[in-house]
């Protein structure tokens, strides 16, 4: 029975995942939970991108100032086991806005049998306030030049801005790096070499002392 029970609110989910996804394309004008006459070709890619495993998200303990109002929102909407929770230096302070103006279209396209919370216009600022405040910084200046400079760009630069160095200790690059290539892996299907992880860990670790 416990197994039953499992596996209908995982296809829940995967029925929540693949609406988002069909809400997001969907024509202009068309009702939420609306059927097209016929399945095309981009509605299979659709449909079968929103099936692809998703990163696993950040415990709400980790998130930045967790007592917090913008915390406790974060969790309530962007938690809600249609994906895992999002760290906020996931993405950069130019790029939160945008991100979380798709999501909030999607959730509002739903339908309501899904149960999936919407939030008010005061709370989205509250969360869009709080992810600008903990956003991934992003270096402005020319990065040091050492080994493992170019490997960096090619490989950090190619899904979003390139990190400061100076945003982690030199430490703590070491679990970053490889937190991004589990994200690698389940979103894009490719990880880095142990050789290019340790040039790249190297090059952090020494450009975050510079």
Same mark, same amino acid.
């Given at each position: 029975?416990?197994?039953?029970?499992?596996?209908?609110? $995982?296809?829940?989910?995967?029925?929540?995942?693949?609406?988002? %996804?069909?809400?997001?394309?969907? +024509?202009? !004008?068309? =009702? &939420?939970?609306?059927?097209?006459? $016929?399945?095309?070709?981009?509605?299979?890619?659709?449909?079968? %991108?929103?099936?692809?495993?998703? +990163?696993? !998200?950040? =415990? &709400?303990?980790?998130?930045?100032?967790?007592?917090?109002?913008?915390?406790?929102?974060?969790?309530?909407?962007?938690?809600?086991?249609?994906?895992?929770?999002?760290?906020?230096?996931?993405?950069?302070?130019?790029?939160?806005?945008?991100?979380?103006?798709?999501?909030?279209?999607?959730?509002?396209?739903?339908?309501?049998?899904?149960?999936?919370?919407?939030?008010?216009?005061?709370?989205?600022?509250?969360?869009?306030?709080?992810?600008?405040?903990?956003?991934?910084?992003?270096?402005?200046?020319?990065?040091?030049?050492?080994?493992?400079?170019?490997?960096?760009?090619?490989?950090?630069?190619?899904?979003?801005?390139?990190?400061?160095?100076?945003?982690?200790?030199?430490?703590?690059?070491?679990?970053?790096?490889?937190?991004?290539?589990?994200?690698?892996?389940?979103?894009?299907?490719?990880?880095?070499?142990?050789?290019?992880?340790?040039?790249?860990?190297?090059?952090?670790?020494?450009?975050?002392?510079?």
């Amino acid at each position: 029975m416990g197994c039953r029970r499992g596996m209908g609110e $995982q296809g829940r989910w995967v029925a929540v995942a693949a609406a988002l %996804a069909l809400a997001a394309c969907a +024509p202009e !004008g068309t =009702p &939420a939970g609306g059927e097209s006459a $016929q399945t095309t070709s981009a509605d299979n890619v659709i449909l079968a %991108a929103a099936m692809v495993n998703m +990163p696993a !998200g950040l =415990p &709400a303990s980790e998130l930045p100032d967790p007592a917090g109002q913008g915390a406790q929102l974060t969790v309530k909407f962007c938690g809600q086991a249609c994906h895992g929770l999002p760290a906020p230096s996931s993405h950069s302070a130019t790029d939160w806005p945008v991100v979380l103006r798709r999501m909030w279209l999607r959730m509002s396209s739903l339908d309501t049998a899904y149960h999936v919370a919407v939030p008010t216009a005061a709370e989205r600022v509250v969360v869009l306030d709080y992810m600008l405040a903990n956003a991934l910084t992003v270096t402005e200046g020319l990065l040091p030049d050492a080994p493992g400079r170019l490997l960096f760009v090619q490989k950090c630069g190619s899904c979003h801005g390139l990190p400061d160095p100076r945003q982690h200790a030199p430490d703590d690059w070491v679990s970053v790096v490889r937190r991004m290539n589990g994200r690698m892996e389940n979103l894009l299907r490719k990880v880095l070499s142990q050789d290019e992880m340790q040039r790249i860990v190297l090059y952090l670790e020494a450009a975050s002392r510079s």
